[in-house]
């Protein structure tokens, strides 16, 4: 690659070279509107195929520019403000679902395909990507996957890191690396696209993705069980864990979170799918129902739409933290969490103890919220991602919190490896990574 | 030949008892059940704690000799032997169930305990350990972490990786480190999936936290009789296409068949061309239901017969005919080659028609017993070591089969792993940028190229070991 001046207009033409002119937006009233945690970048790139991506990262890590990769745009509060920002990479582009084998339940996409566009391709096959984070239709999958996002259906189908069967992905000096494989079941080399998931695009640009489908079972019906208190549905989350049943869905939702979806008033409430047969979804409702009533719980199927609502509960809340905790411990998590957020909305996935956090607070209570509750959680290995909240906030907090020291000394030395010129997302991920 | 002040120092270490250096002591240490790799280390060391095994490895790290781990030495790849000779650490010893925590759903172990004491030692309160590698009585969860090790009903529930959530490894520097834990969120990136099928080459494994899952309600184990193999996968393929997911989809084909019922006894049909064993768990009704489905589908696609096992006593038989088949073999012939490729599983027709040709092509008896439901083949490559010329044969229908696989779109190694015998299949799926990348990945644990050499990665002609890295090595000790 032949080296260019550094200056902005030298740069800004090889960009439009490699790019064409369509695909580099260089306007500023557009520039502002691509920024990230106030930084406006000097270029948008949108390219349309890996190529184009590796040519453009290429040119990135010789000039050393520091690039933001973006899907939707949702999830940039995600982590800490970049440390610097030249260029966002929006992936939007690369939007074609590129092979699905329906009979061997896969697909392969470009990594800006919405998670709702892709529903809409499998769903008359009855087939769909069992993933389902909040308010996520429109996010892409390249941005799920670098983010890790996980919902309610993760009890039953694994996260995304179960999901990922291959992954193609641009380097950040430009070269095109593909890992995993495109079948179901594949342990050649190392595991590659374990590591790019929840990576937040650090280690290279999510460009394909390969996923594992699973079959829309027959029939789904939802179970919401209230309680007067949190021991309580502490009581029947562990007696539904230490059961035969196979539940789809097992969520925990605090006063808040039911008042924000719509649903009758309680201290805590689990929110229990189960998917399968018509048959065994009726048995496994009557177990449910049984295991209720041991903990005084009021049992009432949710109404059509309800996981619509749901999905939406996060709300435009200025604060989202994810908080992971042990399943043997979430009615103390929240309890906890109310005690120190005063009204925050509290729900998640309460199998595998992990919690969803919104508030509307000042940063000082935030901080020392956030603080506090770490504190807490960290006898018990428990962690508290602050996941969306004010620039400032993030300025002045770890938004990823502490990582075991060898941990993150092994995460520093793979990113020095890959990244040594801190091209990709500098600044933001765990570490000051 | 190691030298005198490394050795005293591993005797210091784990104990005059848990050093073996003779020759006949570490005959048995040549080789996994791959017999083919031979490779004995110059010793083995047998340690009882983690802070052995960091110990060991800093002596031998300094030393600059090849570590190469060692579980039960189960494995079929070429794996645990030692082709540079160097120090076998054999895990044994550390055997314990270190914790059990059924509220979280999660133990913690040692990596030598076997697989199936894990499951028994929870089986009385409703629980048990997922994967289930053929070789789970004797093989170790610290192998199976290794080796990512799948099973016939990862179908359903995943293989090893999918059950591990935390890891206690001594790295290539000889640092002790914990990754992951009960807790199964955490920021950063995801180095317990990452470490999960590594070999041994970024570390070794002293600890693991795994899950548990919970028995099922019901099983029900179904036996569909074919004519041919080919009408079994076109089964299987609809079984899948249906949106049928068992927990186990085993083919088996005539020679198999033949060769367990000789043995054994295990209740298969002798003059079935192909047999499928299917499992369903999960709630009785579902189970109910889908056993109906499956049925239909089989005999749709020219099933002879499709029959339920009618207890626990006929199951487990069925089960122990599936799992001893490689061993009954033996009564075929007195060699073969084992083959772990994938094709989708919509592909199972094709490279069933494919394997008959290349079978006839090279006059070799392909025996085959596999996970058709994920695709995942293991056709046993039948020869005799004293026929000459017939070991040639077995290998070239092995590698033609291979081409095959990988030309329908597969995998070279679906649950085994890589070791030394896939280590040159590689490249036939991925390019050199691919493997770079995992090259430079192992270099970040283990960077002066101690851990387990020659496995996982092909050599490059240029530099011997691995690709040749674009920048030079980080110094030593930078990030630790």
Known sequence: MTRVAGSTRAVGSALAALLGTDALVEDAGVLARFAVDGCTPRWLA?????????????????????????????????????????????????????????????????????????????????????????????????????????????????????????????????????????????????????????????????????????PVPDVERTWLVTFVAAEHAQGFLAAILDSALQPSRVEWLNRAALARTGSPSAAAALAVSIGSVEAAVAAQGAIIGGLAAREHGQVMEAPVGWWDAYAQRLGAAPVVL??????????????????????????????????????AAGEADVRRAVDGLRAHLRPIGGHVVVTRAPVTLRQSIDPWGPVDDGAVGLMRAILSEFDPRRVLNPGRFVGGL | MLNSQLLGELERIVGRDGLITSPEGRLTYECDMHTFYKGQPDAVVLPASREHVVEIVRACRQARVPIVPRGSGTGLIGGAMAP??????????????????????????????????????????????????SSQMVSSIGGNVSTNAGGPHCLKYGITTNHVLGLEIVTGHGTLVTLGGKVWDRPGYDLVGTAVGAEGTFGLVTAVTVRLVHLPDAVKTVLALFSDIESASEAVSAIIADGIVPAALEMLDDVVIKAIEEGIGAGYPK??????????????????????????????????????????????????????????????????????????????????????????????????????????????????????????????????????CIALGGSVTGEH??????????????????????????????PDGVMNPGKILPSHPACGEGFRPERPALPAGTWV
């Open chain 2, 84 to 133: 540079r000779g160097g120090v076998m650490v054999g895990m044994n010893r550390m055997n314990r169930i270190l914790d059990v925590d059924l509220a979280n759903r999660c133990a913690t172990v040692e990596p030598g305990l076997i697989n199936l004491w894990l499951s028994r030692a929870v089986a009385g309160r409703g629980w048990f350990f997922a994967p289930d590698p």
């Open chain 1, 46 to 214: 949108r390219p349309s195929t890996v190529d184009a991506v590796a040519r453009v990262m290429a040119l990135a890590t010789d000039e050393g520019l520091a690039v933001v990769p973006r899907g939707s745009g949702s999830t940039l509060a995600l982590g800490a403000p970049p440390a610097r920002l030249d260029l966002v990479l929006d992936m939007s582009r690369l939007d074609r679902v590129l092979e699905w084998n329906p009979d061997d339940l896969t697909v392969t996409v470009e990594a800006g395909v919405a998670l709702g566009a892709l529903a809409k391709r499998l769903g008359p096959r009855r087939q769909f990507l069992p993933l389902d984070p909040p308010a996520a239709d429109t996010r892409t999958l390249g941005g799920l996957t670098a983010t890790n996002a996980s919902g309610a259906l993760r009890v039953r189908y694994g996260a995304l890191r179960d999901l990922l069967l291959g992954v193609r992905f641009v380097q950040p000096d430009g070269v095109v690396t593909w890992g995993g494989a495109k079948v179901v079941k594949s342990v050649s080399g190392y595991d590659v696209p374990k590591l790019m998931v929840g990576a937040l695009g650090t280690l290279g640009v999510l460009c394909e993705l390969t996923l594992r489908l699973h």
């Open chain 1, 322 to 359: 994810r908080v992971a905790t042990l399943a043997s411990h979430v009615a103390g998590t929240v309890t906890d969490v109310e005690r120190r957020l005063h009204g925050a909305c509290v729900s998640g996935c309460a199998a595998v103890g992990s919690l969803d956090v919104s508030v």
């Open chain 2, 271 to 404: 003059d079935a061309g192909a047999v499928l064993l299917i499992e369903l768990d999960g709630p009785r009704a579902e189970v109910e239901v889908q056993a109906e489905r499956v049925a239909a589908l089989c005999r749709a696609r020219q099933a002879l017969d499709v029959r339920v096992a009618r207890d626990e006593t006929e199951r487990a038989l069925l089960w122990k005919g599936r799992k001893e088949a490689a061993g009954a073999i033996g009564r075929v012939a007195p060699n073969f080659l084992l083959q772990d490729a994938v094709v989708p599983r919509s592909k199972l027709p094709d490279i069933m028609r494919a394997m008959r040709g290349i079978s006839e092509r090279h006059g070799v008896i392909f025996a085959n017993v596999f996970h058709a439901g994920d695709g995942n083949l293991h056709p046993l490559i039948c020869y005799d070591d004293q026929n000459p010329g017939e070991l040639e044969r077995a290998v070239a229908a092995n590698e033609e089969l291979l081409h095959a």
């Open chain 2, 417 to 446: 792993g890589v070791g030394v015998d896939k280590a040159t299949k590689l490249p036939l799926q991925y390019g050199d940028a691919d493997l770079n990348f995992m090259f430079r990945l192992r270099r970040v644990f283990d």
